[in-house]
């Protein structure tokens, strides 16, 4: 609960994934809309990649293998089809990863084979492994936390009410399940994604004229 909780000081409150972008151009109106954008990235978008990511750096962690948890680290790293979210995902990685050295200093071996800079998806999973979460529970958290962040930030931008952002994420739940049924049962060789929409917002978001979100 500590790890998915917002209090938790990594910065994800200042990010919305190119959110911000959709909503100024119109294409996120309402509640519903912004429903089936979540639904459609947790079926076939990044963050799918993410928790099978997540899945073998916990593998590589258990195993102390660390030119897997190097591999994985610079998998996703490449990944990243835009500055922005590149930076999103260090940016959080290293707040991460500061904290948990301070929490928890024999974690440093762990870190540091990961390599420098460790997207946040690891980190996670570097700490999910040191606090003997499993892995269902690791990605069930990390979706819960994902879906909660961009919730909010659609209740900031387009404006929603708070009952409206929480009835959404109440809705978001059976999907969240399913994929992370899907994310548990993925070979290396399923991995793949259809999130060019986020790209082309993420892209386009730092020449927006006014911006409340860092993507």
Request: with cysteine; proline share 4%.
């Given at each position: 609960?500590?790890?998915?909780?917002?209090?938790?000081?990594?910065g994800?409150?200042?990010?919305?994934?190119g959110?911000?972008?959709?909503?100024?151009s119109?294409?996120?109106p309402d509640?519903?809309?912004?429903?089936?954008?979540l639904?459609?990235?947790?079926?076939?978008g990044?963050?799918?990649?993410?928790?099978a990511?997540?899945v073998?750096?916990?593998?590589?962690?258990?195993?102390?293998?660390?030119?897997?948890?190097?591999?994985?680290?610079?998998?996703?790293?490449?990944?990243?089809?835009?500055?922005e979210?590149r930076?999103q995902s260090w940016?959080?990685?290293r707040?991460?990863s500061?904290?948990?050295?301070?929490l928890?200093p024999p974690l440093?071996g762990?870190l540091?084979?990961?390599?420098?800079?460790?997207?946040?998806?690891?980190?996670?999973?570097?700490?999910?492994?040191?606090?003997?979460?499993?892995c269902?529970?690791?990605?069930?958290?990390y979706?819960h936390?994902?879906?909660?962040?961009l919730?909010?930030?659609g209740?900031?931008?387009?404006?929603?009410?708070?009952?409206?952002?929480?009835?959404?994420?109440?809705?978001?739940?059976?999907e969240?399940e399913?994929t992370?049924s899907?994310?548990l049962?993925?070979?290396?060789?399923d991995?793949?994604?259809?999130?060019?929409g986020?790209a082309?917002?993420?892209?386009?978001?730092?020449?927006?004229?006014s911006r409340l979100?860092?993507?």
């Amino acid at each position: 609960m500590q790890l998915v909780s917002p209090a938790l000081p990594v910065g994800a409150y200042s990010y919305s994934e190119g959110l911000e972008t959709l909503v100024q151009s119109g294409n996120l109106p309402d509640a519903e809309s912004l429903q089936r954008w979540l639904v459609q990235e947790l079926r076939y978008g990044a963050v799918r990649l993410e928790g099978a990511v997540m899945v073998r750096v916990y593998q590589a962690a258990i195993a102390s293998n660390p030119s897997n948890l190097n591999y994985w680290n610079q998998w996703l790293s490449a990944f990243r089809e835009t500055e922005e979210l590149r930076q999103q995902s260090w940016q959080m990685g290293r707040s991460l990863s500061r904290l948990l050295l301070e929490l928890q200093p024999p974690l440093e071996g762990l870190l540091q084979a990961c390599g420098e800079p460790c997207n946040f998806a690891v980190a996670f999973a570097i700490a999910s492994h040191s606090w003997q979460i499993d892995c269902k529970t690791m990605i069930l958290g990390y979706l819960h936390s994902w879906s909660t962040n961009l919730v909010n930030a659609g209740v900031r931008l387009i404006p929603l009410g708070q009952t409206a952002g929480q009835r959404l994420l109440l809705e978001l739940y059976a999907e969240i399940e399913a994929t992370t049924s899907s994310i548990l049962e993925m070979k290396d060789e399923d991995f793949g994604n259809c999130s060019w929409g986020v790209a082309i917002a993420s892209m386009n978001h730092e020449s927006l004229y006014s911006r409340l979100f860092r993507s």
